[in-house]
């Protein structure tokens, strides 16, 4: 992973969420700890289907007014290169879910909004994380 210039441009579904500030990809699994004969202490973790969280945000505020819980679609993101050379970069989250939707109303900013989404492996080995070079 990189550090990339600036978010050129953020899509969820058909929405287009302007004005954006900043986004986080993370990856996580469910840990499932499985017990011996005496049900005591864990002898064996196992993880569940991996999950791809990202958090979005920006200060289109009016836009997400549209948006609702449990909404689902693709998150595209475009990500420009930077000023050494690099060259930017396009994510795609399939079959992100919104779970959540964060107002932050403060005294010397303009407003912004945190979008949480959520992606789920469904069968275990597809990813719904994929990044390409732009061209």
């Known amino acids: 992973m990189g550090r990339y ?8 579904g058909q929405t287009s969420l302007a004005f954006p500030i900043s986004v986080r990809v993370f990856r ?27 958090e979005v945000r920006t200060r ?19 990500l420009a ?4 050379g690099q060259t930017g970069r396009t994510i795609t989250i399939d079959e992100a879910v919104l779970t959540g939707v964060d107002l932050y109303y ?12 959520f992606a789920e492996a469904g069968d275990g080995e597809t ?4 990044a390409e070079e732009a061209e």
């Open 28 to 54: 996580q699994a469910q840990a499932a700890p499985a017990s011996g004969d005496s049900g005591r202490f864990p002898t064996s973790i196992q993880l569940g289907n991996h999950m791809i969280g990202v």
């Open 106 to 117: 403060e005294q010397t900013t303009p407003a912004s909004v945190k979008l949480t989404f």
């Open 60 to 78: 289109d505020t009016a836009t997400v007014e549209g948006l609702s819980l449990g909404q689902d679609g693709v998150l595209s993101i475009e």
């Open 127 to 130: 990813d719904p994380f994929s």
């Open 81 to 84: 290169g930077t000023s050494s």
């Open 5 to 12: 210039g600036a978010i050129s441009s953020i899509t969820f």
